[in-house]
């Protein structure tokens, strides 16, 4: 039943979030609707408005003429070019108006002359309500695409905020139990020592459990660390030139004396003088990660293979585990992801594989992942440049041997 209420208030933030700005949505949509009728009524009554004023100036010029009882003749107004005067015929526009005082409602004598606007400025007020209306037109669908783009960054800006928030809930959850796990058997073994009257054998094997233990915990904490250390851009690796070999020798004895598991065996294959140019501290913690991982699913046999190529020293970690489908092989290195093809397993903090790439694209490197599938073991590959000389040397071999 509490899950079911947990369920249940989960799914009322969320759909009340998606429905707050669906109204958001909607509002916008229709205060954006009423300003396009609104504008778009403003630009045709100023247009009404300038063809009005159109028939009048034309009702002005043809009393100015009658008035002025002079001849009148077909043509441009010498004074005001927008109008003209016209033989009255029975298609005239609709703001012409007669010069002589009968109305043109009348049947007009063919000699009968008006005056009217010429086609120049009507089709110049036209150009210019439409050009009104396009420019109109244009900046309430700017208008509009902004808000309903501002609505978006928010509504997504706020899921990801919840989502981000849930992250942390859960990764709290499993940093706290992954921490604690270590310490209670610690406390137990020394709790047990503290007794006494214990075997010298077996409190050489609780006191080896305390140390791998005690290994876990500084090895959580070290991710902490550096999982904060890489969100700030002005972290910088070392960058020296180490023998590999000896690097790889030493981790492989380190897990083999303490964290590898009973039954699980660890081989190492690499070629003498192989050296690299990075930060071997990184490195260690790149293997300790891809160690954690190939055992925390399911790996027994673990081989590590280091070789040399033209411009990279590269080291593959391979295991027997679970695997995971090819496609998933990018979303490995996503933080609080995992192998096992959902979201972070009941063990670790997710934070492993993401820092170790992130570690080694700083050292100017690459880890990427492969698998067959599931059941068929994984793979990482880890490339780290080599120092200048041994490049050099390496681009030389190569092309001797082709």
Known sequence: MEELATTLRNLR?????????????????VLGSWWFVFIHGAISNEHRMMQQALGQMAEVQALRLRDAGDAVHEGLLP???????VRVSPVLSPFAHRIDPHPLYRYPAPETLAVQPTEATLRTLSLKYESRRGMWMGEGLLLVTLLIAVVG??????????????????FLGRVTHEMKTPLAGIKAVLQTLQL????????RELTAMALREAEREEHLIQNLLLGQRMRMSDQRLAKEETDLRALLERFVKHRSDTMVPDGASLTLECPQSLMFLGDPTAVWTILENLGDNAVKYGGRKLCVQARLEPTRAVVEFADDGIGFESERAEHLFDAFASSGGHAVSKHGTGLGLSISRTLAERMGGTLRARSAGKGQGATFVLSLPLPPRRETAARRTQASES
């Open 153 to 170: 960054m928010l509504y997504r800006m706020v899921a990801a905020e919840r989502a981000f928030r849930k992250e942390m809930q859960e």
């Open 13 to 29: 933030r969320r759909y009340g979030a998606v429905a707050l700005f669906s109204a958001a949505t909607v509002l916008l949509i």
């Open 196 to 203: 006494g009257r214990m075997p010298e054998a077996q409190a």
């Open 79 to 85: 004074d005001d070019a927008r109008f003209e005067v």
